[in-house]
C-alpha cells in the first residue's frame, strides 16, 4: 500500500522493524519532527546499507519520494 506522504511510509515501515535498531529509530523520529529531513534521510540510508532495515520495493520508491520532496 503506498501512502501520500513518504515520510509516513518510511516511518511505518521502519517502525515495524525498529526492534532490530531503537536507537536510531528514535533519532530519525527526532530528525523527522524538527524538520530534519536530510539528517533522517542519512540514518535511513544508513540502516539500508548496514543491512538492519530491509526495505520492501514501496519503501525504496518512498526513499526516493523523500529525498526528493524533503531531503534534497
Known amino acids: 500500500m503506498k501512502l501520500s506522504d513518504p515520510k509516513e511510509a518510511l516511518l511505518r515501515s521502519l517502525r515495524i522493524q525498529s526492534s532490530d535498531f531503537p536507537a536510531d529509530m528514535q533519532e530519525i523520529e ?22 538492519v532495515w530491509i526495505p520492501s520495493p514501496e519503501d525504496e520508491q518512498s526513499i526516493e519520494d523523500f529525498w526528493w520532496k524533503y531531503a534534497n
Open 30 to 51: 527526532t530528525a523527522i519532527a524538527n524538520k530534519k529531513y536530510r539528517k533522517a534521510f542519512l540514518l535511513i540510508h544508513d540502516l539500508r546499507g548496514r543491512g
